[in-house]
């Protein structure tokens, strides 16, 4: 081989490496970029699920206050009942005993 081979195959072999590391380096730029973005993404999944949760929290406390409510109601409806139904036996037992005079 001649100097003049040996510098082309150095030629060829430098450039070779310079595509290498540009290749590495444009890989690495992608990875970091991927890595940025999968972190973003993770930031605003965490956002998103604690939101999620705030509103679960949110609707079930509403759902117990309303079924409290229900409850309530339905209770307060029995007594009222159970009030006429002892006024109206208490009206027949005057009745009747007025009318047994």
Known sequence: MDDLQIEL?????????????????RIETNLSHHATLDAEKLIQVKSDLS??????SDHESRIRIVDDSVISN?????????GQTALT???????????SR
């Open 89 to 99: 036996l208490i009206a027949a037992a005057i009745a009747a005993w007025l009318g």
């Open 51 to 56: 939101a999620l949760k705030n509103t679960i």
């Open 74 to 82: 339905k209770i307060s409806t029995t007594l009222m009942q159970a």
């Open 9 to 25: 195959l150095e030629s060829q072999i430098k450039r070779l490496t310079d595509s290498i590391e540009a290749r590495f380096q």
